[in-house]
Structures are given as structure tokens and as C-alpha cells.
């Protein structure tokens, strides 16, 4: 069970890294989609199947392939991009590390890390289902009405591009 | 004794892990599976390529391989061996991480989708999978990824073509692909395959109570079989491929066994959403008439998955390809609103209970809302006639 999580937590850090020191835009955006699978691994490895599942859904198969699909439509994809040193380096670091410092020192912290370990809920997903449709079907339809939002706006983009044309 | 041999594998399993000490079996258990499922539907699809080669050419008027063994029914090994010992080109301007981890990205996934698949009863490889469904479809998101990688690494503008049009149609064909299987989903109200199979098991007299039988489930049933097609870029759906225009597509730049790969793993997504289909609608490993319940069930499942194999070459050798904006429109205004209107269908067949209405609302739904986009699609498409400068 503990050598699954280091497998997991090793690729997916290795992964995360490799997003971002990686050369290549594209390489890059394979190792966060390999970060993403990662982090959906740990999801099932703490028993959390629907969360798993959903993330490998969501993460992989759609915002992955949706940042590959904008690079190869963007740019020219094929060349590498600019060396990794940066003057900004230093303070990015710095930021990072103070973030980091205030998550660890909030999680350390909270309350919930000192309760008792509780069994695992059985039949799961019916229960996400049914507090999705009582206790939390109002920021559901919420989001659901930004996402319509979001969509007829790009439809409403891409008809205008169309008219233009003509 | 039917008993027993509805329970052969599962007795065979079991008698083969109680070889080995207890803190092995788990492992030993699941290596059997996966050698299990590797070996059968390996075999599966080297026969269905003959099959193919064998039914297309019958269709052509033409004979088909007939050189190697009788009624060349070894070609597929010939095939293999030819795949094997080819020189594997990779060009020098690809990529090479990239151009050879993209076949194995495609087959594995695929092949991790049938861990929630029920072959015959207690023959799930992952058993008591909360969430069965959503493995499945969370597999298959992951060849997207994986033509991406083929078409990009290869450094070649067919493949780059290829792939964009093989990602954008898997995209557009998801939707309703996901849309029509919740329709199970919500009446069943569980994503674990082994119940969707289970609430299939009631029979009316002698006729089965399978989804497909029902509105809803037939509509459904329709609209996952072409989402299906189009998800493993299969005729007509075959434009990422399309030889006359891209050569192959987003595996142009292939040789040798990483070719047979991507073969490979259209044809087991083929099989494995084909098996979905009939985990959802036809009942899974239920027999179809009630007294037929003495065959094992096993065989009832490849039973159901031979025909869908057939109806699939039958579709290649008869349909022309479709063009990018008919796919496109076909997906977006026709498929997706139809999806939709079937939730709906399923939830009013859900909240009427039993009796003669929920059919009549349901059927009535289905209908009206099948010739309306019926006519708004054709009638939005409406070309010109067409003038012919020598023909006519």
C-alpha cells in the first residue's frame, strides 16, 4: 500500500517538475497531463474512486487535450522555447517557498488532521450524488449556468468571425 | 452441471490461485485476468482482421487473402510475423520519446477499460467497481492524448492534419457518447456495470427486460452505436485515416509492430465499447429468452459481440466517408439535442411508474423531438442542385 503511494507521489512530482523545466511547450504539457493521471491515482489509492475517475475525465481528456489542441493551433510548436534562467528566478522561488511555508503551516494547524480517522463511506458515489442534488444544488447550478454562459459566448465568437468574412 | 460450466473460468481461476501461498493470491488473481483478457481478444482481433479482409473483399467482388493456410485463415499470423520483423522507421526530424511512447499510451488505456466489463456472471476483473462506468469512459479519454502524441511527434503534416481532426471528432462524438449511456445510469441509479447487468436479469414472460427494449434505451442504444463508430474512427466516421486525402493519418509515420499497435488499439477500443454497449442495453450476459438461461453466460456475451464485429465491417464496405461539416453538424446539432431529449425521455419513463403511459409519453417525446431536428438539420443543409458541365 505505501510503496503505491511513493510510486504515485514520485511521478506525479517528477511529472509537476517536468512541466515546467521541461524545453519543449508540448513536452511540457504531456507531463502536466501525466501529473494530472498521478494526482487521479493518489484519488483511488486513498479510496476515493469517483474523484479518481473524475479527475482522470476532466484533467486528462479534456483540459490536456484542450492545451494540446491551443498549442497546435497557436504556434509553432516544433521549436524550443527560451532558456530556463530568468532574471525573476529568485523572487519566484521566494514566493513559492512562502506559499508553500503558509499551506504546510495552515494544514499542520487545522483541526481536521487532529481527528480521529474515520471508516471509509461505502456506496459512495450515490452519496456525492445525492449531496450534489440537496445540499449543494445551488452552486451546481451555479456553475452550471457559468459554463452555459461560457458557451454560448463562444459560439456568439465564433458566429461573429463568420459574418465578418463575408 | 451447467452450473459448472457457466462457472468454468471462475472455477478454473480460483483452482489455478490456490496454488500459491495466500498473500500472493490478489496478484496471481489479477495477472490471470489480464492474461486472460490479452490473450482472447488478441485473438479476437486477428481474426476479425481476416474477417474484414474476407467480408469487404466479398462486398468488392474480389476474393481476399486466400494464400496463407486454408481460406487464408493464417494470413493474420503471416501479418504478425511481417509486423515483427520489419525495420522500425522512426523519421529524423520526429521526436523519438514521444513517436514511441504514443502506441503504448494508445493500448494500454484501451486495454484497462475491460477491468469493468462482465464477460459471463462473477467474470468482472474488478469486482464490486463503484463507479464501473466512469473507468471506462475515463480509459478511453486517454487516447485523445495519445493520437496527439502520434500525430505531433511525427513531424509530418499529414499526421499533424490527421490528429486534429481525429481529436476533434472524438471530442464532438464524447458528448453524446457519455449523454446517452447516463440515461442507463440514471434509471439503474448506479454506475457499477455488474448491477446495470443485474436490473437487466427480469424477464416478461419469455421476452427479455433489457434497455434496449425500452424507448428510451432504443433511442439511447442508436445514438451510443454511431457515437461509438465515430469514437474509434471507424467507417464512416474515418476521416483521421482517410487514405485518399491523408495517406493513414496520425500514423503515417509508423512501421513495422508500433502500425500493428495502433491497430491493435482501434480494434480493442472497437471491442471494448462494443462490449459497454451491451453491458448498458442488450443485458450484458443475460441470455435473450428466458429458457435459453441453461448456456453458460460467457457465451451469451461473445454471442452479442460477434454480431456488433459484423455490423461494423458491414457499415465499412457499404457507407461513403462523411465530410468534415456534415460529421461536425451531425454531432453538434443532431446527436447532442437528441442525447438530450433522451435524458429527458428517461426521467418522464422514471417518474410515471409502470403502466401503458410512461411508453406512449416517452415513445411520443422520442419521436417528435427525432423528425423536428430531423427536418431543421436537412433543412439547414439544403444545397443548390447541382449542375454537371458535361453530364448533363
Known amino acids: ?45 486513498l479510496g476515493a474512486q469517483f474523484v479518481g475517475l473524475a479527475q482522470v475525465l476532466v484533467y486528462v481528456g479534456a483540459v490536456a487535450v484542450l492545451i494540446v489542441f491551443a498549442l497546435m493551433l497557436t504556434r509553432n510548436v516544433a521549436a524550443a522555447t527560451q532558456p530556463l534562467g530568468s532574471p525573476s528566478w529568485p523572487l519566484g522561488l521566494a514566493v513559492a517557498a512562502l506559499a ?43 456553475i452550471a449556468l457559468l459554463l452555459t ?10 458566429m461573429q468571425e463568420e459574418r465578418s468574412r463575408e | 452441471m451447467t452450473n459448472a460450466l457457466d462457472q468454468l473460468f471462475v472455477i478454473l481461476k480460483d483452482w489455478v490461485v490456490g496454488w500459491f501461498p495466500a498473500g500472493w493470491q490478489p496478484f496471481v488473481g489479477a495477472l490471470l485476468d489480464a492474461m486472460a483478457i490479452v490473450a482472447v481478444f488478441a485473438t479476437l482481433f486477428a481474426l476479425t482482421t481476416w474477417l474484414e479482409r474476407k467480408g469487404l473483399g466479398r462486398m468488392q467482388n474480389r476474393y481476399g487473402p486466400n494464400r496463407v493456410g486454408p481460406f487464408g485463415l493464417l494470413q493474420p499470423l503471416a501479418d504478425g510475423i511481417k509486423a515483427l520483423t520489419k525495420e522500425d522507421l522512426v523519421p529524423r526530424a520526429a521526436d523519438p520519446v514521444v513517436h514511441f511512447l504514443a502506441p503504448l499510451v494508445l493500448v494500454v488505456p484501451v486495454l484497462l477499460a475491460y477491468s469493468v466489463l462482465p ?81 437487466q436479469g427480469v424477464y416478461h414472460g419469455w ?67 462494443s462490449g459497454l ?82 411508453w406512449l409519453v416517452s415513445a411520443a417525446l422520442l419521436a417528435a423531438a427525432y423528425l423536428a431536428l430531423g427536418r431543421a438539420v436537412s433543412g439547414a443543409a439544403k444545397m443548390p442542385q447541382r449542375h454537371y458541365q458535361l453530364a448533363d
Not at chain 1, 149 to 158: E, F, K, Q, R, T
Not at chain 2, 280 to 304: E, I
Open chain 1, 1 to 45: 500500500m505505501d510503496w503505491a503511494f511513493f510510486i504515485l507521489a514520485a511521478v506525479t512530482l517528477a511529472s509537476a517538475v517536468g512541466a515546467m523545466a521541461l524545453r519543449r511547450l508540448v513536452h511540457c504539457a504531456l507531463a502536466l497531463a501525466l501529473a494530472f493521471a498521478g494526482l487521479a491515482g493518489l484519488y483511488l489509492q
Open chain 2, 277 to 358: 454497449a451491451i453491458t448498458l442495453f442488450l443485458g450484458g450476459w443475460q441470455a435473450p429468452l428466458s429458457f435459453l438461461t441453461w448456456v453458460p453466460s460467457w457465451f451469451w456475451f461473445f454471442a452479442k459481440l460477434l454480431p456488433f464485429i459484423a455490423l461494423f465491417i458491414w457499415l465499412r464496405g457499404t457507407l461513403p466517408r462523411l465530410r468534415l461539416d456534415q460529421l461536425m453538424n451531425f454531432a453538434w446539432k443532431f446527436m447532442l439535442p437528441m442525447a438530450l431529449v433522451n435524458l429527458v425521455a428517461a426521467a418522464l419513463w422514471h417518474w410515471l411508474g409502470a403502466g401503458l403511459a410512461r
Open chain 2, 119 to 199: 464477460f459471463g456472471r462473477n467474470m468482472v476483473p474488478l469486482p464490486g467497481c463503484d463507479a464501473g462506468v466512469l473507468l471506462f469512459f475515463a480509459a478511453g479519454s486517454a487516447t485523445e492524448l495519445a493520437i496527439f502524441m502520434a500525430g505531433w511527434s511525427s513531424r509530418n503534416k499529414y499526421s499533424l492534419l490527421g490528429a486534429l481532426r481525429a481529436i476533434g471528432q472524438m471530442l464532438s462524438y464524447e458528448v453524446p457518447l457519455i449523454l446517452s449511456a447516463v440515461t442507463v445510469i440514471m434509471i439503474v441509479g448506479s454506475l457499477s456495470t455488474e448491477k446495470i447487468v443485474a436490473a
Open chain 1, 149 to 158: 454562459v461560457a458557451l454560448i459566448g463562444a459560439v456568439i465568437i465564433a
Open chain 1, 100 to 142: 508553500f511555508g503558509a499551506l504546510v503551516a495552515a494544514i499542520l494547524s487545522s483541526p481536521a488532521i487532529q481527528r480521529p480517522v474515520r471508516e471509509l463511506p461505502s456506496g459512495t458515489v450515490q452519496q456525492i450524488g445525492i449531496r450534489l442534488m440537496t445540499d449543494f444544488v445551488l452552486p451546481l447550478e451555479v
Open chain 2, 207 to 273: 421476452l427479455p427486460g433489457w434497455h434496449v427494449f425500452t424507448p428510451w434505451g432504443f433511442a439511447g442504444f442508436l445514438l451510443f452505436l454511431v457515437a461509438a463508430t465515430a469514437e474509434s474512427n471507424r467507417s464512416p466516421f474515418d476521416l483521421p485515416e482517410a487514405e485518399s486525402e491523408l495517406i493513414a493519418g496520425y500514423y503515417v509515420e509508423y512501421s513495422g509492430f508500433k502500425f500493428a499497435l495502433f491497430f491493435l488499439g482501434e480494434y480493442l477500443g472497437l471491442f471494448a465499447v
